[in-house]
């Protein structure tokens, strides 16, 4: 049964981090291509981060570049997001997902559940 589980989410100041964790079972992690994606009320889902199976491919939108940096270590079947320097606009629920397609892409195979990131201004 594949799994998704994503931790690491809270409440933070503006200006503050967060390191997001997603721990993944029940596929092939190393050769799948990942990524994080976040959704505010009354939003679109959007991609934050992506990076391919291999980590030395990565995809950041302008809304966080230079902000959030996405890595994985495939020993440990584990996704992560290091978010710095956060904004209230950053407030989301994020959500991890598993590719075997396009990195840079809203089509997935595989979905966690979510962990809610609230910055407070």
């Known amino acids: 049964q594949v799994q998704l589980v994503e931790s690491g989410g809270g409440l933070v100041q503006a200006g503050g981090s967060l390191r997001l964790s997603c721990a993944a079972s029940?596929?092939?992690?190393?050769?799948?291509?990942m990524g994080w994606f976040r959704q505010a009320p009354g939003e679109n889902r959007e991609l934050v981060a992506g990076?391919?199976?291999?980590?030395?491919?990565?995809y950041y939108p302008d809304s966080v570049r230079g902000r959030f940096t996405i890595d994985r270590d495939n020993a440990k079947n584990t996704l992560y997001l290091q978010m710095n320097t956060l904004k209230p606009e950053d407030t989301a629920i994020y959500y991890c997902?598993?590719?075997?397609?396009?990195?840079?892409?809203?089509?997935?195979?595989?979905w966690g559940r979510g962990t809610q990131v609230t910055v407070s201004s």
């Open positions: 997902a598993a590719t075997r397609g396009d990195y840079v892409s809203m089509y997935y195979d595989y």
């Open positions: 029940g596929f092939s992690f190393s050769t799948y291509n």
């Open positions: 990076i391919g199976y291999s980590g030395r491919q990565f």
